[in-house]
């Protein structure tokens, strides 16, 4: 497939999405009322409140700093607990969804594989925000129903990533192990998982990160994570608290990215060796003396006692429903999920109806907007990223770019200047989480979908403003260094060598956004917009748990159906350009992926 | 030690010619041979057929008297055990440090939770007796090195490490120097002669290189078109015959 093909595939698309959601430009424009609010939110931005902006909350008890605290205890407890949840299902999903584990089974055998896997897919296709308020529903306010909430969709996604890193590993190793007499299992383990396993704890940390910032979105359906006190704050006007808490979100979320890119070198490539001779009398000399990475072993440590703590510490939030009214609530909550008309006459043929009446009216409008919402985003975000990159591309914006010497300019402190400006506004974009920063975006814009397009494509514009990037700074073509030894500019070399070179690249990466922006696309809906999530949001308000659970089961056969277009057209591009085109950093696979 | 009797492979990839084509080869205990031949001749489908690794399409492979495709998972296990097998690519994990890599090569007579043992906390004898291997291999120094961060030559070394420390009866190595520099595949195959004849291991090496196989085997398999063309001595008219050269 041509680049020139999956362009005009993307302008087309981009033109029937724009039609399809009768999107209207004046709307791009903030109402009367949100510029107020910007106004008044932007400015606040340089004074963020380090005590309660009303006097009456003041006198209520608790600090200011206190609630801060505790509500990013609560942020940061459930999502590492749901992370070791997360690690379990995608340790073991993952194996069972390789096909390095399967290999030599037999065909009966490796059908499970397909169970599995599909398993897997359901698992994470439902948005954490959507598996919340099913399980808040089900088992009413419980901590366990925000863990379980991030559990799930976090195992799935951890379990498929960690089953294609499984099948990409090369099986060398495991082949030899076999060869020489070692059994399947551990030929596997000290063959493929060994090899594969600073790839899987990369990826492992980057999903915390993530985490984090989900399990603070969980505050908009009530559960006392960051988000709650944000969006309260915000709905009062007291934006500087709003500031607050989200400079809180933006550090946390930097200091895990943070974490994650200084232990990707020494696990990928392991730690510096000592400079010095080493001795080689005796296996204790060189035991003392071998390299170490300090950071990898005092992360372990850190993870291990964080999770410890987050287990153990008492509950701070929870109704105190017994078990018996949980219990009640439950069954009552499992009899209402049977379609009302079934539930009343108790003829399982009405449910044709029933379904064919939702579907038609609501379901597959529903359907439609949300899927050229999310597309929306994704093309925006992409076009932003490939004029973006050329600027926060590092080894294009330095005095020698590409290591050409480009002569004395005044103008290149200008240049790295809003290099790094735009690299600070992705940073900061991509450490807000879509949900918060469409939340924001529709106080200012009005309920229009122009914010939720807006959030969507900003935060993975930030993504993919970064990923983008390290591709080119990653990448030796030679092109580039000659156009710019011919007297060719920055951006020329950019367009006309690396861009090209590494379009491929790109496209993969899109892809993998595209998806993330149907996923989330679900969700933003329960903000304002008439796409699934604002059905489910508006069943769950009318205590229709029956309609409830079927846009539910719709939103992630919609994601279901964009994972697979986009897994298709991934596998397309691997096989028509495979290296040097499409080239793997360093380590091996990105763990953004 | 090996018996093949007209021993045919045939791959399922619906090709005419079969990769080896009734091939008779008897190995005794403590024989070096090198197996030569062009690409595609059949140097790493006879070595498969040896490590049991490949089954003949027809005729028969038996080591130690037993035909090895008769024999159980366990038993079949149990002779891998016997066999070290050096791939053209080396087969290591480059995350693991050396002394893991090495390690790995007992993982017939380990099982699967001693191999664990081995990666999370190796004993202090095995420690030793690593050490001791590397000594002797010349990189000591290494054991605790990540695997990747050496060079290709001293990979090699690892890799001929952990088929010592198998404790082998028999050493498969499939090209094992094709990757380095004439010099050093002279003395990576000096080594793994030396130690294999020191310690009663039979060897059986493939090799695309005569020349330098001549320095150091007696016995040479010449294979071309799946079939044996040469068994024994060297001659150069036989080479010749045998990558159609011309004379």
Not at chain 1, 26 to 52: E, H, K, M, Y
Not at chain 1, 552 to 559: E, F, H, Y
Not at chain 2, 134 to 140: E, T
Request: hydrophobic share 50%; glycine share 8%.
């Amino acid at each position: 497939m041509s680049r020139r093909t999956f362009l005009v595939a993307g302008i087309a698309l981009a033109i029937v999405s724009f039609s399809s959601l009768n999107i209207q430009w004046p709307d791009l424009l903030p109402s009367p009322g949100g510029r107020t609010i910007a106004v008044d939110f932007f400015s606040a931005a340089l004074t963020p409140a380090f005590d309660f902006q009303s006097a009456a909350t003041r006198s209520l008890g608790a600090s200011f700093a206190e609630k801060l605290i505790g509500a990013l205890w609560i942020t940061l407890r459930y999502a590492v607990m749901a992370m070791t949840m997360a690690l379990v299902i995608g340790v073991v999903g993952g194996v069972f969804a390789s096909r390095a584990w399967w290999q030599r089974s037999s065909k009966s055998l490796r059908a499970m594989r397909s169970v599995v896997r599909l398993f897997l897919t359901a698992i994470r296709s439902v948005h954490e925000l959507l598996w919340a308020l099913l399980l808040l529903t089900a088992m009413g306010s419980s901590p366990w129903a925000a863990i379980w909430a991030l559990a799930l969709p976090y195992g799935g996604m951890l379990a498929k990533v960690f089953a294609e890193t499984l099948d990409e590993t090369s099986d060398t190793a495991s082949v030899v192990l076999r060869a020489n007499g070692g059994s399947g299992i551990a030929a596997f383990v000290a063959g493929i998982v060994s090899r594969a396993l600073p790839d899987l704890v990369t990826h492992a940390v980057y999903r915390l990160e993530c985490a984090f910032r989900a399990s603070a979105v969980l505050g908009f359906v009530g559960i006392p994570t960051l988000g709650y006190e944000l969006a309260t704050s915000f709905e009062d006007g007291h934006f500087r608290e709003v500031w607050t808490y989200l400079y809180t979100i933006i550090f946390v979320s930097l200091a895990l990215e943070w974490w994650g890119a200084r232990l990707r070198r020494p696990l990928t490539k392991g730690a510096t060796p000592a400079k010095q001779a080493m001795p080689t009398d005796s296996v204790a000399a060189l035991w003392s003396k071998r390299a170490r990475s300090p950071l990898v072993r005092g992360s372990g440590i850190a993870f291990m006692l964080a999770t410890l703590v987050c287990w153990i510490a008492p509950a701070q939030w929870g109704s105190q429903l017994s078990i018996a009214q949980r219990y009640d609530n439950f069954v009552r909550f499992t009899l209402e999920l049977v379609p009302h008309p079934v539930r009343e006459s108790g003829n399982w043929s009405e449910i044709l109806s029933w379904l064919g009446e939702l579907l038609v009216w609501d379901g597959v409008v529903a359907m439609w907007s949300t899927f050229h919402l999310g597309t929306l985003a994704a093309l925006f975000a992409g076009a932003v990223a490939l004029v973006g990159i050329g600027v926060t591309a590092r080894s294009l914006q330095s005095s020698t770019p590409r290591d050409v010497f480009m002569g004395q300019s005044l103008s290149l402190s200008v240049r790295v200047g809003s290099a790094a400006l735009l690299r600070l506004g992705a940073l900061v974009f991509r450490a807000i989480p879509e949900f918060i920063l469409a939340f924001i975006c529709l106080q200012i814009f009005g309920p229009t979908v122009w914010a939720l397009i807006v959030a969507l494509a900003l935060h993975n514009a930030g993504v993919l403003l970064r990923l983008g990037a390290e591709v080119i700074d990653n990448r030796d073509v030679g092109a580039d260094q000659v156009l710019l030894s011919q007297g060719a500019g920055r951006f020329v070399s950019y367009y006309l060598a690396l861009l090209p070179s590494a379009f491929n690249r790109f496209l993969l990466l899109l892809l993998y956004r595209w998806e993330t922006c149907i996923r989330e696309a679900t969700v933003l809906g329960m903000l304002s917009f008439g796409s699934l999530g604002f059905l489910i949001s508006e069943a769950r308000v009318r205590l229709f748990y029956d309609e409830m659970l079927l846009w539910i089961v719709l939103s992630g056969a919609l994601v279901m159906l964009g994972d697979l277009a986009s897994d298709s057209l991934r596998s397309l591009l691997r096989r028509d350009h495979r290296q040097p085109s499409i080239i793997r950093g360093p380590g091996s696979r990105s763990p953004y992926l | 030690m090996f018996e093949l009797r007209a021993a045919t492979l045939r791959y399922d990839t619906g090709g005419t010619t079969p990769a080896l084509n009734s091939i008779d080869l008897s190995i005794q205990t403590g024989e070096q041979i090198c197996l030569l031949g062009a690409s595609g001749a059949g140097k790493s489908s006879l070595l498969g057929l040896l490590n049991g690794r490949l089954q003949p399409s027809a005729g028969s492979v038996s080591y130690l008297g037993v035909s090895l495709q008769d024999m159980s998972v366990k038993t079949l296990r149990q002779a891998r055990g016997q066999m070290a097998w050096i791939p053209q690519d080396l087969g290591l994990v480059p995350s693991l440090r050396v002394s893991h890599n090495v390690s790995s090569g007992q993982v017939a007579s380990k099982g699967f939770w001693g191999m664990m043992r081995s990666l999370v906390l190796m004993s202090q004898t095995e420690q030793a007796r690593i050490h001791e291997l590397l000594q002797r291999l010349g990189i000591p120094e290494k054991m605790f090195t990540r695997t990747d961060q050496l060079s290709g030559g001293q990979q090699q070394r690892v890799a001929i490490a952990r088929a010592l420390h198998q404790g082998p009866r028999v050493i498969l190595a499939d090209e094992p120097v094709s990757a380095v520099d004439p010099t050093r595949a002279e003395d990576l195959l000096r080594l793994l002669s030396e130690l294999s004849r020191e310690a009663g291991v039979t060897l059986v090496v493939s090799l695309h290189d005569a020349r330098l196989a001549q320095r150091f085997f007696r016995r040479f398999v010449g294979l071309r078109n799946g079939q044996i063309e040469i068994d024994g001595e060297l001659t150069d008219r036989e080479l010749q015959k045998l990558y159609r050269l011309p004379s």
